[in-house]
């Protein structure tokens, strides 16, 4: 299963098992590097990996770009004369 790099700094991402404490049974993916992780899942019949990969390559689109005052402007002019016959 491949996993992309860390949205926030670029680590490598790795899978993590708790093996103590209140998290011991308990798997998420987490960077290397800054430690961001996906949420910690506990199951015992599925396979964690494929559902946690999932998580961790998700990512959310970018915005499109903000559009300047003057573009603005041209459009609505350009709005205003379509609506001219």
């Known amino acids: 299963m491949t996993l992309l ?3 926030f700094c670029g ?10 404490g ?7 993916i987490e960077c290397s590097k800054c430690e961001a992780s996906t949420v910690l899942l ?7 990996m494929p559902v946690l990969a999932d998580k961790w390559n ?6 499109p770009p ?3 005052k003057r ?6 002019y350009i709005d205003e ?3 001219v016959e």
């Open 58 to 63: 998700q990512r959310t689109p970018k915005p």
């Open 81 to 83: 004369l379509d609506g």
């Open 42 to 48: 506990f199951a015992s019949k599925i396979h964690v």
């Open 22 to 28: 209140p998290e011991q049974g308990g798997r998420c």
């Open 5 to 7: 790099p860390c949205p």
């Open 71 to 76: 573009q603005f402007e041209w459009e609505a």
């Open 66 to 68: 903000k559009k300047s």
């Open 11 to 20: 680590g490598r991402a790795r899978l993590r098992e708790c093996l103590s």
